[in-house]
């Protein structure tokens, strides 16, 4: 592993646009989840009201509600994280690295397994840094404290990092399938903003008495954290994971992982 890992290391640490990428992420990641007290604030001052409610009476950060409303925010921009994989993925066929791995005596799982421990790395740091940004927005501004009260409803971090996991590997099956980085960024962007969801809104208006299109990938995948905010109109949500979905969403990953080697085997690198 450390051999993979440093093989990864050697070819992203002078590679800028993968770093300015990734910087660019996590800075806008930070602004826009650390943002929405000011909004609501601002909202209050022009007048805006939710049932009578402040919008700044809103407990967005309070703990434990915060760990759902973050990691369902942040959900949004892991199409980001996606680009930078297959840009990762493209770019070793663009300049023929993978196959200067094989000749260097890397087999292709080995190849395969090195961009696995980068995505697991990409998806660790995104979770880490959700945790560490909602500790300190639930500090300044839950009433409530507390270690009881503080990982209340926890179990969305790491469904997070699932979610997040989950919509990387599929990335790396694009970026193994299409090969030229502009096509697979736009196929990424197309089938999983538009393709597929409005495949389900379509299919589940037409047959609403089946349920096949909630076992596609990404509804799958992005069934794991469901829109929260409603429950401050009070309206009811679903704020708990269901087991069968997080077992889907894993059994999605090991298909995307198999789909993606067997891609890599019978392709032609040299």
């Avoid at 421990?117 to 909602?134: D, E, R, T, Y």
Wanted: with cysteine; hydrophobic share 55%; aromatic share 20%.
């Amino acid at each position: 592993m450390n051999r993979l890992l440093t093989i990864e290391w050697l070819k992203l640490k002078h590679y800028r646009p993968f770093w300015i990428l990734t910087g660019l992420y996590f800075l806008v990641l930070a602004l826009v989840c650390s943002s929405v007290m000011l909004y609501l604030e601002y909202l209050e001052s022009r007048g805006a009201s939710f049932e009578g409610l402040s919008p700044a009476m809103i407990p967005f950060y309070d703990f434990s509600d915060i760990w759902h409303n973050l990691t369902y925010m942040a959900t949004f921009f892991k199409i980001f994280l996606g680009f930078i994989v297959v840009i990762s993925i493209c770019n070793e066929w663009s300049f023929r690295t993978i196959r200067q791995n094989i000749i260097d005596g890397l087999d292709k799982w080995e190849f395969l397994a090195s961009k696995l421990i980068v995505i697991f790395l990409l998806a660790m740091a995104n979770v880490l840094f959700i945790f560490v940004l909602g500790m300190v927005l639930g500090t300044i501004y839950s009433p409530v404290q507390g270690i009881d009260v503080i990982f209340q409803n926890f179990e969305f971090v790491p469904a997070y990092f699932l979610d997040v996991f989950a919509f990387l590997l599929f990335s790396l099956l694009i970026g193994m399938l299409i090969k030229k980085t502009g096509f697979a960024i736009v196929l990424l962007a197309f089938y999983g903003l538009f393709i597929e969801p409005i495949g389900v809104l379509i299919l589940s208006n037409t047959y609403d008495q089946y349920t096949f299109y909630e076992y596609l990938p990404i509804r799958a995948i992005n069934k794991l954290i469901t829109f929260p905010y409603i429950k401050y109109a009070f309206q009811e949500v679903k704020d708990y994971l269901i087991w069968h979905e997080v077992l889907l969403v894993l059994a999605y990953c090991l298909l995307f992982v198999f789909l993606s080697f067997r891609i890599l085997k019978t392709r032609d690198v040299s």
